[in-house]
């Protein structure tokens, strides 16, 4: 019994046991290596949707090893599910000794600069008018200009057209006017009868913040101006126009001549006569005079009046009324934003344009306008996303509209923005520009009242945002509306051909939007007076 088939029985035992372990072993090995695989593949799959706490944590380290301190991007901002969008992240956590660009799985679906055939246009800019009864006057004569341009542009169609007029705050001197109901309307009636293309208005501090009632002020604000684009889709403009003319009507008309004719006319003439006169036994001799009737005829000439009717031309002053009747759109793609519709977006030839609400009002708290702050980052990210889907290439250019200076409390905006266009591999070295977020981006506003070009984001030791501009309009009243002028893709690069103009160059250095000041700062207000006569002083200044 000590052997079992010739084995004996310890070498048995020790076989068994020699084949558990193999057994342990293999399974150990089949466990790590599917262990592994699965890791990998719930890393790479889309349709596995990834594991929230690895995708975390790689974020972490990325910011670990790059030594992130700037400004990053608000954690709370939505990201449109339909757009493709950058990562941020890179798609492996390996080590990094040297980091140096972290690239983005973000890739443009087209070229960044645009593709296809865009037409050249314009737009007009101003803000900070009307303050005193003198930027009225003058807005009414600039409104005339835009008229007489726009006609000459509707004449040659090679000519760049204009788009529509941009006011980027401050219709009046809040602290005047307390913003009464009055100064609003008057504005609005100004535009929608005056101006031949839409104008769009935002909000400015003095038409809200310098009232007693910044809240109330907005409301009435929003009510009049939010929409106001619509009214130029069925505009109607009547001009009077007073020329000397020559005038055929029918006049009585008087006549005189000189009429001679026969008269028969009797005169006396004095007869003297001798007489006797006896008076008793005396007769004496006496001279009588008397008077007889002599009739004789003689020619006289008298002024006779005709008066008949006939046809009489005249120069005179003559008032006619000039009806104009356009339809006036903005490009397909304007809309507004659904919680903020003070905010609108628009693209033309391969530019977004769009507004952002920069004004923090009296009754609004620092918490507060951190979220509107967030919202109008995520509303421009929105629709730079949205333009990419659409015409599967990133802008040209991005022209930001808003009302303040780059103030303390609006900077994180910009900020805020920055961290979607760059990376920050490190605290010394600025990291690149994202792919495909190459593009200019401008900033365009007033308050400041003084024409200016800020480049300084693009010297930032924390920003660096080398195709960034801050542009700053003149106020209104001193000064002729900004044409800024946007290149064709078929048009020769824009240069500076003269000193009241500025060039923005594209990615390429190759000129692409161009402003004209026009002169700048008026010089000769009764030489420009005399060019548009001012028909009136609005009832609002009558008694200034």
């Given at each position: 019994m000590g052997k079992v088939s010739g084995i004996s029985r310890k070498k048995l035992v020790r076989i068994g046991v020699g084949v558990v372990i193999g057994i342990i072993v293999v399974v150990a090995g089949i466990y790590a290596i599917s262990a592994n695989g699965g890791s990998g593949g719930s890393g790479g799959s889309g349709d596995d949707g990834g594991d929230g706490t690895t995708s975390s944590s790689v974020g972490a380290d990325e910011d670990t090893v790059a030594g992130n301190t700037g400004t990053s991007a608000p954690t709370n901002l939505r990201v449109p599910e339909t757009t493709k969008l950058p990562t941020f992240a890179p798609t492996t956590i390996a080590p990094i000794e040297n980091p140096t660009t972290l690239a983005p799985t973000f890739k443009p679906t087209g070229a960044p600069t645009g593709e296809g055939h865009y037409e050249k246009f314009n737009f007009l800019l101003m803000g900070d008018t009307p303050y005193v009864p003198k930027d009225e006057?003058?807005?009414?004569?600039?409104?005339?200009?835009?008229?007489?341009?726009?006609?000459?542009?509707?004449?040659?169609?090679?000519?760049?057209?204009?788009?529509?007029?941009?006011?980027?705050?401050?219709?009046?001197?809040?602290?005047?006017?307390?913003?009464?109901?009055?100064?609003?309307?008057?504005?609005?009636?100004?535009?929608?009868?005056?101006?031949?293309?839409?104008?769009?208005?935002?909000?400015?501090?003095?038409?809200?913040?310098?009232?007693?009632?910044?809240?109330?002020?907005?409301?009435?604000?929003?009510?009049?101006?939010?929409?106001?684009?619509?009214?130029?889709?069925?505009?109607?403009?009547?001009?009077?126009?007073?020329?000397?003319?020559?005038?055929?009507?029918?006049?009585?008309?008087?006549?005189?001549?000189?009429?001679?004719?026969?008269?028969?006319?009797?005169?006396?003439?004095?007869?003297?006569?001798?007489?006797?006169?006896?008076?008793?036994?005396?007769?004496?001799?006496?001279?009588?005079?008397?008077?007889?009737?002599?009739?004789?005829?003689k020619p006289v000439t008298t002024m006779e009046a005709l008066t008949k009717t006939e046809q009489v031309v005249r120069l005179e002053n003559v008032t006619r009324t000039h009806v104009t009747e356009r339809s006036v759109s903005l490009p397909p793609s304007f809309d507004r934003m659904d919680d903020m519709p003070q905010n609108w977006a628009m693209d033309k030839s391969g530019v977004l344009m769009l507004s952002v609400d920069l004004i923090q009002l009296n009754h609004v708290n620092d918490n507060k306008f951190t979220n509107i702050i967030d919202k109008n980052v995520q509303w421009t990210m929105d629709k730079i996303y949205a333009f990419n889907e659409t015409h599967a290439h990133m802008p040209r250019a991005v022209i930001l509209f808003g009302h303040p200076i780059r103030k303390s409390h609006v900077r994180p905006y910009f900020e805020k923005l920055n961290t979607y266009f760059y990376q920050e591999p490190g605290p010394l070295v600025r990291g690149g520009m994202l792919p495909g977020m190459d593009f200019p981006v401008v900033y365009m506003h007033g308050d400041g009242h003084n024409w200016d070009v800020d480049t300084r984001l693009q010297e930032s030791s924390t920003l660096n945002w080398r195709l960034f501009y801050d542009i700053m309009c003149d106020q209104g009243g001193n000064a002729p509306p900004l044409i800024i002028e946007i290149r064709g893709t078929e048009d020769p690069p824009f240069i500076q051909e003269r000193k009241d103009q500025f060039v923005i160059s594209d990615r390429f250095g190759e000129g692409l939007i161009r402003f004209d000041r026009r002169g700048g700062t008026y010089t000769d207000w009764l030489v420009y007076e005399d060019r548009y006569p001012w028909p009136k002083i609005h009832p609002v200044f009558e008694n200034e």
């Open positions: 006057k003058n807005l009414h004569l600039q409104f005339q200009e835009i008229r007489d341009m726009v006609d000459d542009q509707l004449a040659d169609p090679s000519l760049s057209q204009s788009l529509f007029v941009m006011h980027v705050g401050d219709i009046q001197l809040g602290k005047k006017t307390n913003c009464e109901d009055v100064y609003f309307h008057m504005m609005q009636r100004m535009v929608t009868q005056l101006s031949p293309i839409p104008v769009l208005v935002i909000l400015g501090d003095n038409d809200s913040n310098d009232c007693d009632n910044s809240n109330k002020a907005k409301k009435i604000f929003d009510s009049l101006f939010i929409g106001l684009e619509d009214h130029w889709l069925d505009w109607v403009f009547h001009q009077n126009f007073t020329n000397l003319e020559e005038v055929t009507r029918l006049e009585n008309v008087t006549t005189w001549k000189n009429v001679t004719q026969l008269v028969t006319v009797t005169t006396q003439v004095p007869v003297s006569e001798t007489v006797s006169v006896t008076l008793g036994n005396m007769t004496n001799i006496e001279n009588i005079t008397t008077t007889k009737n002599v009739t004789s005829t």
